[in-house]
């Protein structure tokens, strides 16, 4: 990094424990509302050309300053206050879409971050959000014992509207290989078969347009188990979510007129051919 540079903006660099580093004194504090304190000093870490908030913790993950966009210590100021008040908004709005979900928000006095913790299914899990309102699984336990977390999980927690919905996606996520064979018909009490539902009410029965809809496919790719999940998000729309031994594998949101179904998508997904996908909760005999 051009020392030059940072002094052009009134800024200067000295080194600490992670690499150059910038103290900068805010002209006008940042409020933190929830621990009743002000931030009135800053520490940057520089970083390929952009300032990366590091301390105090209310300011940690905050979105880095391109120095390239910056013309002042002012605007660095500027752009700091904006990324601090845009968290707010994001603690204020995911909290509220937990209170509809059923699940307390927490939200850390000192760092001020957002988790929330949900126990259903067997399944007690943390919930926490970045910086930009995003959500992820931090820690999974099942029955006291501790789960491993796969990378990558994170979630939009707006795509749910019901807390059913959200409870079967994380469970697809973190299903346990022995729970992956579906129970026949007469075991587990509460297991539906779509089948049933289709002979039961017919193809021409309608679902209202916000009601829930989830689903679970089970399947076996190369000996090893995998979970397709779908929660419907509203009308047309669902939440898909594959997810296999080291976790998920894919997930996104789709529209029913282009979901080429089950077997095509996790073989393509895998790059395995489709008869390499065998599905494992298959439907009972009939009478």
Known sequence: MDSGRLAQLGL??????????????LAEPLDNPVGQRQVSRVVFLVREERLVP?????????????????????DVESELADAFHEHLFHVQRRSAEL???????????????????LSEQGLSLTLVADRQGNFQVSSAVRQGQALVVPPGHGFELSEFRERGALVGYL???????????????????????????????????????????????????????????????SGRTFRGLLAGPQGKVWAERFELEGFPGVIPLVASLLKVPAEAVKLIATDPPQE
């Not at 200067?12 to 004194?25: F, S």
């Not at 939200?107 to 971050?113: E, F, I, T």
Request: glycine residues 14%; proline residues 8%; neutral net charge.
């Open 99 to 117: 209170r509809a979900l059923g699940l307390a928000p927490r939200v850390d006095p000192v760092s001020m971050g957002l988790s929330a913790h």
């Open 12 to 25: 200067e660099a000295r080194e600490g424990a992670g690499g150059p580093e910038v103290h900068l004194v």
């Open 54 to 74: 590091i301390s105090p913790p209310e300011v940690m993950g905050l979105k880095a300053i391109a120095l390239g966009a910056v013309t002042g210590r002012g």
């Open 171 to 233: 469970a697809a996520l973190f299903g346990e290989e022995a729970r992956t064979r579906a129970p026949t018909t007469g075991e587990g009490e509460g297991v539906l078969r779509f089948s049933e539902v289709l002979r039961a009410f017919g193809e021409r029965a309608l679902i209202p347009p916000r009601s829930a809809l989830e689903l679970l496919v089970v399947l076996e790719v190369g000996g090893k188990p995998y979970r397709f999940a779908a929660a419907r998000v």
